[in-house]
């Protein structure tokens, strides 16, 4: 999958090339091309910002080296479709991570200041994504994070013991709870069951925890996912052994 970024901040992306996604970077599964606005002014002070019309505080990208530097990474991904990173976009998550890793490569364009001029978006942005209802103080890392979620679910990127189909969200589900050695730690033992061999024992129990895990966490989640019989049956009797333990306690 190809990634190209327009930033003012190509640097921030050396973050990119640790872990799971460098490993993809150095592979053939993903590449990452960025683009500098910078490097595509014309004046000696290399502006990058602009006033906005109708006054107030703070700066716009200008729009000359950002179109420039934009339609050189269309030229180079002429199949890539271009993602604008804002708080206005619709949100990201995994669903959408699932669907643009069938992709062949996105752009993403990265704005700092107070945005973008909105023409900028009706001509050449074909969607608008953000990560979250908070405000970054620019696109960079909100494109670091689509990069990840992405990367991770291309094939061959996770080992198959690491494999994204177990993650979080995956299955529609938070994650059961991991214990590694030492067996007893701060006086709690780890649980009897991950210990005893018996493997769908444990896949049963760790059904059973991620299911009440996502019950008293993210109900939310649980309203948007049919549940099977035996999933029914799990979470039922995570609920009474909670509220026989909430109400011993
Ligand atoms: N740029 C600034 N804040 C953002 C957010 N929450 N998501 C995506 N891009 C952003």
Redesign the pocket.
Known sequence: MRFDVITLFPEMFQAARLGVTGKALEGEQASLQLWNPRDYTEDNHRTVDDRPYGGGPGMVMKVVPLKAALQQAKDAAPDSRVIY???Q?QR?DQKAAREMAQRSGIIML??RYEGIDERLVDCCVDEE???????????E???MVIMDAITRLLPGVLGHAESAEQDSYMNGLLDFPQYTRPDELNGRDVPAVLLSGDHAAIGRWRLQQALGRTWLRRPDLLEQRELSDEEERLLEEFIRTHQGASASS
């Open positions: 990173l804002t708080p976009g990201f990265a704005g994504w953000s990560i979250g209802d908070y405000v970054l103080s620019g696109g890392l909100a494109a």
